[in-house]
C-alpha cells in the first residue's frame, strides 16, 4: 500500500534569488533522507512562489522496509576453543549484541571464518517517521541567508505563517515554534487571502490556481512570455529576450499580469545598454525593440495581481523609470566632459584591496602581464593590448559607474568610442570582465582575451600571495569563477600557453605584495587550477579516471590536456583499451624506483622479449610524431597494437629475474615501452575491473 505525502511551507515573501535552489535542495534531500530510511517512493514534485515552497511524493510506502543488520564478531578460531566451547570473547560480544550465544551466525569472509549477530529491524509505519522528521527536514533546507523571528531560535529564510502536512487523508501532526501543521492552505495574499483545505497534488494546483496562485514557476513562466509577447505585438514590436529576467520575474509574483508603459524618446539618445540596465537590473522591466533591432521608448512590467485599470500602474512605473533614466542622462553628459583616461590617476585614490595596494597598482600590474601575454599570443596587438589594460578600470571613477555599478566596462566601452579610442581598445574594455557567469559570453578578440586574463590571473595570484585563499565555504573574491574564465578563454581561443610560465610572471610583478613564499605559492594556485579545470571536465562527463591519468602528467598547458582528455575519453570505448590499461598499470607498478635504463638486444633470452623490443621500435617514431602533432588519437590507436605483444611478454618473460644483468635489461624495456604513452596519460591512474 502506499500513500501521496504532501507539504507546504507558507511564509512571509521569499526572495526570488532563493526560490529555486530551495525547490531543487527540497527535492535532493526528501529523495536521500527516504533512500537511507528505506522509504519506497514514486515521483517527486516541487513547486514554489514568494509566499510558500510545496512538495508532494507519489506512491511513498506506508511502513519502511524491514532490514537485516549483520555485525561482525571475533574470528571462529578466537570465539570457540578446540572442543567448540565458546570462549569469553564470544560471550562477552553475545552480551554487547544482545543475543544468546545459540544465535550466532558463522560466516566465510575472504580473512577467514567469524561469528556474526544478526539482526532482523522490522520497519516502521511511515507516518510516525515522518511526524519526527519533517521538521527536521524544513531546517535541513539550505539558504544563502536565514532568520530568526519573534523570540524564536528556528532559523529560515522567512517566517513560516503556516505549514501543511498530509499523508493520505491524514494530517501528519507537528509544531515548528508557534506553527501546527494541518491541511489547510492559503491563497493571493491581497487578492483571496481566504484558506482551503488540500487533498492532493492535483487539487493543490486546482484550488491555488483557483485563489489565484499560480504555484508551479514554469506555468507562471509560461504564462508571463506569452502575456508579454501580446503587449510587444500590440505594441508593434517584439520582446528582448532575457531568460534570466523572465525567471526572476516569474518568482517575484504568485499571479503575474503585464502591464505596458513609455517613456519620453529623449532618453533613446542615452547608450543602449545604460536603457536595458535601467529597465532590466533595476527596475525589472522588460524592453521592447522594433523591427531593426532598435529599443522602442516602451517596457513591460509584471504585477503580481490582476490589473483592471492598467493606466494607474502605468504612471506610477512611467515617473520611477523617467526619474532613473533623468539620472542617467545628467551622469552621461557629465562624464563626456572627462577624457576616460584622466580617471586613470583617480584610481590611485581607490584601495583594491589593503594587502595589494590601491586599483592603479592593479591597473599597472595587470598591464605588464598583459603585455608578457600579447608578446607570447599575439605581438601585432601589444599597442591596444596596453592602451586597453591602462583604460579597463578608468570608469568605475565615472559618476555613471557609481550609480549604475552593473555598467562597468559596458560604460567605458562607449566613452572610449565616443572619445575617439581605437574600436578594438573599446570592445577589450568591455570584454576584459567576460565571462561574468559561469558558461558565460568569452571575449570575442584577442585584446579582450589577453587583458582579461591578466586581470583575472593577478587578482588570482595576488590573493593566494597574501594568504587570501578560498575555503569550501567562502571565496569573497570569485576566485573559483576567475580561474574558470582564464580556463575557458585559454580553451576557447585555443592558446598555445604555459600556465606555468604566466604564474610565474604574476608573481614576479607580485613581489614587493607578497606574503608568502613564491615556491608555496605558486604550488597553490596551480593546483587550484587544476582542481577547477578537473571539476569542469568531469561535470561535462569525462570519466574521472581519465581526467586524473591526464592530469598526472601535467596541467599546465590547457589546451593540450584538454586535447588528450578527449583522446583518451573516446579511446575508452576502443576494444583493447581495458586490457590495455591493466597491462600498462602493470608496466608502471613494475618500474616504480627504476630510471635510466638502456635496452641491450644481445641480452635477451625469450622470443616475446625481442618482439616486444621490435614491436617497441616499429611504432616508436611514428607514436612520437604524433603526440608532438597532438594527434592523440592516432598515438592511442598505434600503441593499442601493441596488446597482443605486451600480452605474450608479461605471459612468458619472467621480468624480476635473479639475473641482475636480465634483470636491468627487461626494466629499461619497459621504460621503453612506458615511454609511449606517459608523454599522453599515466594509465596507472586508470580504474579497472
Same mark, same amino acid.
Given at each position: ?106 560466516? !566465510? ?18 507516518? *510516525? ?167 522602442? +521608448? ?43 583616461? !584622466? ?51 578608468? !570608469? ?95 580553451? *576557447? ?7 606555468? !610560465? ?141 596488446? +597482443? ?5 608479461? *605471459? ?38
Amino acid at each position: 500500500m502506499s500513500k501521496e505525502l504532501l507539504f507546504e511551507i507558507g511564509t512571509e515573501e521569499i526572495p526570488a534569488a532563493f526560490i529555486p535552489k530551495a525547490l531543487s535542495d527540497m527535492e535532493r534531500i526528501i529523495a536521500a533522507d527516504f533512500a537511507e530510511n528505506r522509504i519506497p517512493h514514486g515521483d517527486i514534485t516541487t513547486m514554489g512562489t514568494p509566499r510558500r515552497l510545496f512538495l508532494s511524493v507519489a506512491d511513498v510506502a506506508e511502513k519502511q522496509d524491514d532490514q537485516t543488520s549483520e555485525k561482525l564478531g571475533p574470528a571462529y578460531s578466537v570465539a570457540f576453543d578446540d572442543e567448540g566451547v565458546p570462549t569469553k570473547a564470544a560471550l562477552g560480544f553475545c552480551r554487547g549484541q544482545g543475543i544468546d550465544i545459540a544465535d550466532v551466525t558463522v560466516i !566465510d569472509t575472504e580473512k577467514g571464518r567469524y561469528i556474526a549477530a544478526r539482526r532482523h529491524i522490522p520497519g516502521t509505519l511511515t507516518a *510516525d517517521f515522518l511526524r519526527d522528521y519533517l521538521p527536521r527536514f524544513v531546517a535541513s533546507i539550505p539558504f544563502k541567508k536565514s532568520m530568526r523571528w519573534r523570540d524564536f531560535s528556528f532559523r529560515f529564510a522567512r517566517p513560516i505563517h503556516w505549514v501543511c502536512a498530509l499523508f493520505g487523508e491524514d494530517v501528519i501532526p507537528f509544531t515548528i515554534e508557534n506553527v501546527e501543521s494541518g491541511s489547510v492552505s492559503y491563497g493571493h495574499r491581497f487578492i483571496d487571502p481566504a484558506p482551503f483545505e488540500i487533498t492532493s497534488c492535483a487539487d493543490y494546483r486546482e484550488k491555488t490556481a483557483a485563489h489565484f496562485v499560480i504555484a508551479d514557476p514554469d506555468e507562471r513562466i509560461d504564462m508571463i512570455r506569452k502575456q508579454i509577447r501580446t503587449v510587444a505585438e500590440e505594441l508593434g514590436g517584439t520582446v528582448l529576450e532575457n531568460s534570466d529576467l523572465l525567471d526572476e520575474v516569474a518568482h517575484l509574483v504568485e499571479y503575474p499580469s503585464a502591464v505596458r508603459g513609455s517613456f519620453d524618446r529623449v532618453f533613446l539618445e542615452l547608450p543602449k545598454d545604460v536603457l536595458i540596465t535601467t529597465m532590466i537590473h533595476h527596475q525589472k522591466y522588460f524592453p521592447i525593440l522594433d523591427g531593426n533591432g532598435n529599443l522602442m +521608448p516602451s517596457f513591460i512590467t509584471i504585477t503580481n495581481t490582476p490589473v483592471r485599470d492598467t493606466t494607474v500602474v502605468s504612471r506610477g512605473n512611467e515617473k520611477v523609470i523617467r526619474a532613473r533614466l533623468a539620472d542617467a542622462r545628467f551622469f552621461f553628459e557629465e562624464d563626456k566632459k572627462i577624457p576616460l583616461e !584622466d580617471h586613470v590617476e583617480s584610481l590611485k585614490n581607490v584601495t583594491f584591496h589593503s594587502l595589494l595596494g590601491t586599483s592603479y597598482e592593479k591597473v599597472m600590474r595587470f598591464r605588464e602581464l598583459a603585455l608578457f601575454l600579447a608578446s607570447i599570443i599575439t605581438p601585432d596587438e601589444t599597442d591596444r593590448v596596453a592602451r586597453a589594460a591602462i583604460l579597463a578600470k578608468a !570608469d568605475l571613477e565615472t559618476q555613471m559607474v557609481y550609480e549604475f555599478t552593473e555598467l562597468q566596462g559596458i560604460i567605458g566601452r562607449e566613452y572610449a568610442l565616443i572619445q575617439g579610442e581605437d574600436p578594438v581598445v573599446a570592445q577589450a574594455i568591455y570584454e576584459h570582465y567576460l565571462p561574468t557567469t559561469a558558461g558565460g559570453e568569452l571575449p570575442a578578440s584577442d585584446s579582450g582575451a589577453i587583458v582579461g586574463m591578466a586581470d583575472k590571473m593577478d587578482t588570482i595570484c595576488g590573493c593566494f600571495a597574501v594568504g587570501l585563499i578560498p575555503t569550501g565555504t567562502a571565496d569573497p573574491y570569485a576566485l573559483r569563477r576567475q580561474a574558470l574564465g582564464i580556463i575557458n578563454i585559454v580553451l *576557447d581561443k585555443v592558446y598555445t600557453l604555459d600556465l606555468d !610560465d604566466v604564474i610565474d610572471k604574476s608573481l614576479a610583478i607580485l613581489a614587493p605584495k607578497m606574503k608568502r613564499t613564491v615556491d608555496e605559492t605558486k604550488g597553490d594556485v596551480i593546483d587550484f587550477f587544476s582542481g577547477r579545470y578537473r571539476n569542469q571536465l568531469i561535470a561535462q562527463g569525462v570519466a574521472y579516471d581519465v581526467v586524473d591519468a591526464v592530469f598526472a602528467r601535467g596541467v599546465t598547458d590547457i589546451v593540450r590536456v584538454m586535447r588528450k582528455v578527449t583522446a583518451m575519453n573516446e579511446f575508452k570505448y576502443h576494444p583493447d583499451y581495458e586490457p590495455l590499461a591493466v597491462a600498462f598499470k602493470r608496466v608502471v607498478n613494475i618500474l616504480k624506483g627504476f630510471s635510466g635504463g638502456h635496452v641491450d638486444e644481445g641480452l635477451f633470452m625469450e622470443k616475446e622479449e625481442k618482439d616486444l623490443y621490435h614491436a617497441y621500435r616499429g611504432i616508436e617514431k611514428t607514436v612520437e610524431t604524433y603526440t608532438n602533432d597532438d594527434r592523440y588519437e592516432d598515438a592511442l590507436s598505434t600503441i593499442a597494437t601493441l596488446r +597482443p605483444t605486451v600480452d605474450a611478454f608479461f *605471459d612468458t618473460v619472467l621480468v624480476m629475474t635473479e639475473d641482475e644483468k636480465l634483470r636491468f635489461n627487461r626494466l629499461s624495456l619497459l621504460e621503453d615501452v612506458s615511454s609511449l604513452f606517459f608523454n599522453i596519460a599515466d594509465f596507472s591512474k586508470i580504474a579497472t575491473a
